[in-house]
């Protein structure tokens, strides 16, 4: 069943792994795409993956923008409206670990790596729900945030990462609460480990990347093995569907099993 028929939702980071699934999984159940990222030539890819699940090509549009600069963000939902008249979803996926070439977001990086990392995981998600807002009290709209599991459990090496994500956490809870009484509901997922390019994005060598699932892994997930973006996007979906009509400011852990493995990472031994 087409559960977001007559909708418009805008996914950020739509050019890659969770945002793309999600594109994917929204034109299968029928909505209208406003898709945002950098790199146009990869949203078209994920235009056409879109089409092939039965999106129609009239019905999606590319929006190269980078969310890190607040006049793009204001583009985004600019365009969207200006295209489709409406906005019903807004999906705050876009992310990095880290700076393009800084590996880590460890608290002893520059202060420019903390800016970046917090301005592109949280600053940016508060301009583009500032944009969205009244365009969602129209239509009793919704927002999905991709948060991570890493907001409440701490890895040093990716200290301003986590702690942007934990600000994503506490902006899902009070706009869920301020929003509620014009019907919107607000709700975040917080992915465990994925398969995507988020590590290669984030600098990491393809050897690195390549080992990622023995040494990060398999010693600290239950069910042994990294999620799928798909994975990622079905519970995106739900959220976003009227299947979730008396869920707000919850944040749905999607991780196979890591958080409840305890230790996250070996405990320094002094
Ligand atoms: P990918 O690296 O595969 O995708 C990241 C997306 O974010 C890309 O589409 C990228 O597009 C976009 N993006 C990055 N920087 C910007 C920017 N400045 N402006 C606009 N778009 C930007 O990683 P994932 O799909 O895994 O990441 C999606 C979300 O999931 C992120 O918020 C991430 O923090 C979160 N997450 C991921 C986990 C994982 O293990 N993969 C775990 C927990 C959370 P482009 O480069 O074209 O701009």
């Known amino acids: 069943m087409a559960k977001l028929l007559g909708k418009v939702a805008i996914v950020t980071g739509a050019s890659s792994g969770i945002g793309r699934a999600t594109a994917v999984l929204f034109a299968e159940n029928g909505a209208s795409l406003a898709l945002a990222a950098r790199n146009v030539k990869s949203l078209e890819e994920t235009k056409q993956m879109a089409i092939a699940a039965g999106g129609k090509a009239e019905n999606i549009q590319l929006i190269g923008a980078d969310v890190t600069q607040v006049a793009d963000t204001k583009r985004i939902v600019e365009e969207t409206i200006k295209k489709f008249g409406r906005l019903d979803i807004l999906v705050n996926n876009a992310g990095a670990a880290s700076m393009a070439g800084v590996p880590d977001s460890h608290f002893m990086r520059p202060l420019d ?11 940016s998600l508060v301009a583009l729900c500032q944009e969205a807002i009244p365009e969602l009290k129209k239509t009793k709209g919704n927002i999905v945030n991709v948060s991570s599991v890493g907001s409440f459990r701490p890895i040093p090496e990716f200290t301003y990462y986590q702690m942007a994500k934990s600000a994503v956490d506490q902006l899902n809870r009070n706009l869920a609460v301020a929003l ?8 975040n997922v917080n992915p465990g480990f994925v398969k995507s390019n988020f590590a290669a994005n984030t600098g990491a060598s393809a050897e690195a990347v390549a080992a990622a699932e023995e040494l990060w892994v398999k010693p600290r997930v239950p069910m042994k ?3 799928e973006p798909r994975e990622i996007a079905t519970t995106i979906m739900f959220l976003a569907s009227e ?8 944040l749905i852990v999607i991780d196979g099993g890591s958080s409840i493995n305890v230790p996250a990472v070996p405990q320094p031994n002094k």
């Open 113 to 123: 790596v903390y800016d970046y990392v917090m301005n592109l995981n949280s600053r």
């Open 180 to 187: 509620a009484a014009d019907g919107i509901r607000v709700n």
């Open 225 to 227: 093995r990294g999620g």
């Open 243 to 250: 299947d979730a009509s008396y869920i707000t400011g919850q």
